[in-house]
């Protein structure tokens, strides 16, 4: 027995178009979580920068480009550390200007019996 040839052509509708997602806004989100494992102060300006530069990519691309939230995302991580960083480094510099001053350097490090009493 043979296959019957069939004679109707068969016209497949076109494929949806899909957005692409932009890749600064992918970096951006990556740069962001990059920032809060290994890399806290590159990682967060990557994530700020890389962030604003993806939202105007797809503001101008007058929709064709997706990504906004991804963008955001990243923009939200990068401050956040970055406003962190900077905290620590306040604190750190607060603590060393309070601290310091009660250092007696001459005999090392390891004379720490300003904070602990007199007891004896």
Do not use: C
């Amino acid at each position: 027995m043979t296959i019957p040839e069939n004679q109707n052509q068969v016209t497949l509708p076109p494929m949806p178009y899909g957005k692409k997602d932009s890749v600064l806004a992918i970096v951006s989100l990556v740069s962001g979580l990059v920032a809060w494992t290994f890399l806290p102060l590159i990682g967060a300006i990557a994530a700020i920068i890389t962030g604003h530069l993806a939202k105007k990519e797809i503001r101008d691309s007058g929709n064709a480009l997706n990504g906004n939230g991804m963008a955001l995302a990243g923009l939200i991580l990068g401050y956040v550390q970055l406003g962190l960083v900077l905290l620590a480094v306040i604190l750190l510099t607060v603590a060393i200007i309070v601290f310091g001053a009660n250092l007696d350097l001459n005999n090392g490090f390891n004379s720490f019996t300003y904070l602990v009493p007199n007891l004896i």
